[in-house]
């Protein structure tokens, strides 16, 4: 049975490569310094997550180290969940 | 700490060494000035509240990455909102994810209008990926050519190949393109423009451009609120802009004393004009182009241009100007799909004077300003 972390796992991993193009072999790639996302594949991950799970994402209290894999992705979206 | 914020004073000598790095020189080694025009821009300008303020990223003490922002009141609807103009935008090297983050933090905003005037193709694809918009009238620039062979050798002598070896002959030259020019234009029809006779020009200042603001204000869905305060800086901030040439600025009545419209352009003498905002009563807009052209030819600029708008699109039709496509892009970015539809269907008054186009972090030297 899934866990809503692999869910969103998933989901995220879905989102990289049907959208932006990118495959991840595991969720712990690191997608920065493997050079798989640039800027504007960010921006665009960081706006289809937001429209694909209703939340919003603000940068002000955002690190670029919580966007390094899916893995920290995944941890950056439950926190924003937990408070929504 | 590392993150996106506001931009304080105490980081405009590192953001003025990053634009001087990414932007001017590639050296971080600023112009005397730079640093206390982007606190004169972003520090001590207009500002609207939290939310709507530059913002800077910042790892470990250091900056990575700016994004300037000019907040301006509008009305859209007849009801108040923001405006937020974008520009410039820059990054460390090895830091181009920020950009990412900057842009967003930025849409992220209580602005209903997001819009930047000088992008990049780079920038622009930015602003797609985060659901904005290459606006594609903004593309276009007008050309209204008065002198055509003080303009070629204009041209010809910023040519970056050509330029070097042409700058002498353009020097002097001159008298020769002058009786070129005179000859010319005694062929040219329309060549010499004449003003509207049923109005009247005086200077525009501040307070009378708040009163056309105010005139104009019933046929224009989406338009600028700007008060005197920021009236009396924006007419400032481009007079400090001396690079551009003497910036002339022109208010028009009819014969009721009433405002039919303005212009306000940046005219250095036998070069380039360039248009900051035409505006007008939909009924005058062609007097007050007529006007505005009367005005460039008689202090004898070489041509006048202007980046084309959808309420100039018909005006401008029987005028006589060439269209070419411009360099830089005008990119918008808002959830309120209206908004896109005012923009394109000439029910905006906005202009380039409620963007960040006429700011010149790019020019030298800074401190021999006035």
């Known amino acids: 049975m899934s866990t809503p972390e692999t869910a969103l796992e998933d989901k995220i991993t879905r989102i990289l490569r049907d959208h932006l193009a990118i495959d991840v072999p595991t969720p712990e790639t690191d997608l920065i310094a493997t050079g798989a996302i640039d800027s504007l594949a960010l921006v665009d991950l960081l706006v289809r997550i937001e429209e694909s799970l209703g939340i919003a994402i603000s940068v002000e209290d955002l690190d670029l180290r919580d966007l390094r894999s899916v893995r920290t992705i995944v941890a950056l979206v439950s926190r924003r969940l937990a408070i929504r | ?138 593309a276009v620039r007008w050309t209204k050519t008065f002198r055509p062979w003080r303009l070629a050798s204009g041209v010809l002598a910023k040519s970056r190949r050509v330029g070097p070896f042409w700058r002498p002959f353009d020097v002097v030259g001159r008298p020769l393109w002058a009786t070129a020019d005179a000859l010319t234009r005694s062929l040219m029809r329309g060549a010499a423009p004449a003003a509207a006779a049923e109005l009247r020009a005086e200077e525009l200042d501040a307070a009378r451009l708040v009163e056309g603001q105010a005139a104009l204000a019933p046929h224009y869905k989406l338009r600028p609120d700007h008060d005197l305060a920021t009236c009396t800086w924006l007419l400032d901030e481009m007079r400090f802009a001396v690079d551009r040439g003497p910036l002339r600025a022109r208010l028009l009545r009819d014969g009721g004393g009433r405002v039919a419209g303005w212009f306000l352009y940046f005219a250095p003498r036998g070069g380039i004009a360039r248009v900051v905002q035409v505006a007008a009563m939909p009924r005058h807009y062609e007097d007050v182009l007529s006007h505005l052209f009367a005005d460039a030819d008689a202090i004898g600029v070489a041509a006048l241009q202007g980046r084309m708008e959808a309420r100039l699109v018909a005006p401008l039709r029987t005028m006589g100007v060439s269209l070419h496509y411009d360099h830089s892009l005008s990119l918008i970015h808002s959830r309120d799909p209206r908004v896109y539809a005012a923009v394109l269907g000439g029910e905006s008054m906005l202009s380039r004077l409620d963007g960040e186009w006429f700011f010149s972090f790019q020019s030298l030297p800074l401190a021999a300003r006035p």
């Open chain 2, 1 to 138: 700490m590392s993150g996106v914020r506001p931009l304080a004073r105490g980081d405009l000598e590192q953001v003025a060494q990053l634009y001087e790095l990414g932007a001017r020189t590639s050296t971080r080694k600023p112009p005397e000035g730079l640093a206390a025009y982007f606190g004169r821009v972003f520090l001590d300008g207009p500002c609207l509240g939290p939310g709507l303020q530059p913002l800077v990223h910042e790892t470990k003490g250091r900056i990575q990455g700016f994004i300037g922002v000019h907040a301006r009141r509008i009305r859209f609807d007849g009801e108040p909102h923001v405006l937020v103009a974008t520009g410039p935008l820059f990054t460390e090297a090895d830091a181009r994810l920020v950009s990412a983050l900057l842009v967003k933090a930025v849409f992220d905003g209580p602005q209903l209008l997001t819009i930047t005037d000088g992008a990049t193709i780079d920038a622009a694809r930015l602003w797609e990926r985060s659901r904005g918009s290459i606006l594609p009238i903004g």
